[in-house]
């Protein structure tokens, strides 16, 4: 009997050890899970249609003036190589939001998968350490790559609201002189 008690206390303490490792393994996914989440509100407040729209009359003013660029005057000639950078911006953004999507999802979904593994001992040590290493690394990516975007759209929208006025008056005085 006391062969009996010994072995079930193990069995146990063996059980409630593992129990205690899994459980801190899945507080782990979770607050990986929570880094995407949030990152995933932020990337929402994102407003890719204006970025959008603004890439598409920045698009259309720059083709113009570099049809008819040849009596601008020096002055001018700033504000066009600086909007010509915010435009290179935008079309930045407007791919690297693209790609973000992907990503949230591909994570959100490769972190639930681990988690079930996890939750349903289909992961062992090895295994377990190698994909939350790289879950981990993916997530940092996510939340690096979120404010990257997010401050890219503040700086663009910034930029665009401030520069489209003289680029519209640039565009207008070389279409008074005959520029069409």
């Not at 008819?68 to 915010?86: C, E, M, R, W």
């Not at 404010?147 to 006025?165: C, H, S």
């Not at 207008?172 to 005959?178: H, I, P, R, T």
Request: hydrophobic content about 40%; proline content about 1%.
């Amino acid at each position: 009997m006391k062969k009996f008690v010994v072995i079930l206390s193990l069995i146990i303490a063996i059980v409630s050890c593992k129990s205690e490792l899994t459980q801190t393994r899945l507080g782990a996914i979770k607050s990986l899970q929570a880094q995407v989440d949030s990152s995933a509100i932020m990337f929402q407040t994102i407003d890719i249609a204006k970025i959008k729209d603004y890439k598409t009359n920045a698009k259309t003013q720059l083709d113009f003036l570099e049809k008819n660029n040849h009596d601008t005057i020096f002055d001018h000639l700033k504000y066009i190589d600086v909007y010509y950078a915010n435009f290179k911006l935008m079309r930045k953004l407007v791919k690297g939001h693209e790609r973000l999507a992907a990503e949230i999802e591909f994570s959100t979904s490769q972190l639930t998968h681990l988690y079930n593994d996890v939750e349903n001992g289909f992961s062992g040590d090895s295994n377990y350490v190698k994909h939350f290493d790289s879950e981990s690394k993916a997530v940092s990516k996510i939340v690096n790559s979120t404010a990257v975007l997010k401050d890219w759209e503040e700086r663009t929208v910034k930029r665009y609201n401030g520069m489209v006025a003289p680029i519209d008056s640039i565009i207008l005085v070389q279409q008074n002189l005959g520029y069409r």
